[in-house]
């Protein structure tokens, strides 16, 4: 049996103490690993160490980004929270258990918040595999930042995955694509898209882009999948023009 330690993400954070309570409730519940992608009041700051209490060291192990595409490239599967109602063709769980039997999968694992005031926006969005709703009351379903991080902390800690030899001979023969690897091929497929017209009416291409990677992200792609897309791409496109 072995339990993950997947990363936490804070997009946008705004407030210092949201910040140093997150990685407090995260030493609560032995999680270390915490990113920050453009807080809003910079980096460092003492605020946080002030609200963080005995967390200090995940807070000197910080790392910040200034974009969640740059934040999320070595994941393998990222998990978006929100509690806003989402018209994307994305897997939503509302039952930790449910989305656990993913785990086992992968490797490296993440955890998206989004800013205090709005959470993730659809473009956010579209770094992740999944979607995962906390419940609550229908009458208040928005939570504090770090009250939201402590319930998956909570959860995390709570389960455990079992680990077999069957296993990890799973995970060494079939490696799953990073974000980084996955976002490459992407963009590289809409600037050719791009190029060909397909974003036709204009008004219409953000839409179609959150498809293109919600397309791709239910895929838990492996590498020689994504080898094979390359392939198939280039083979397309140096195709002449009838």
Known sequence: MK???????????????????TARAMDNFGLSRLYLVNPREGWPNKKVENSAKHAKNIIKNVKTFTSL?????????????????RFL????????NDLSKKFNDFKNIAFLFGPEN??????????????????TAKLNKSLNLSHAVSLI???????????????????????????RELSSFINVLIDDLENRGFFNPPEKKDSMIDNIYSIYNKMA?????????????????NQPKI
């Open 3 to 21: 339990r993950i330690n997947p990363t936490i993400i804070l997009v946008r954070p705004q407030l210092p103490e949201n910040i140093g309570m």
């Open 69 to 85: 595409e740059e934040a999320t490239s070595k994941f393998n599967l990222v998990i978006a929270t929100t509690n806003r109602q």
């Open 89 to 96: 063709t994305k897997k939503t769980f509302n039952n930790f």
């Open 118 to 135: 709005s959470g993730l926006s659809n473009k956010d969005l579209r770094y992740a595999n999944d979607i995962y709703t906390i419940k």
């Open 153 to 179: 902390s909570f959860e995390i800690f709570s389960l455990k995955i079992k680990s077999s030899k069957f296993q990890k001979k799973y995970e060494k023969s079939v490696e799953k694509v990073t974000k």
């Open 221 to 237: 792609l492996t590498k020689k999948e994504i080898n094979m897309l390359w392939g198939m791409h280039k083979k397309l496109k």
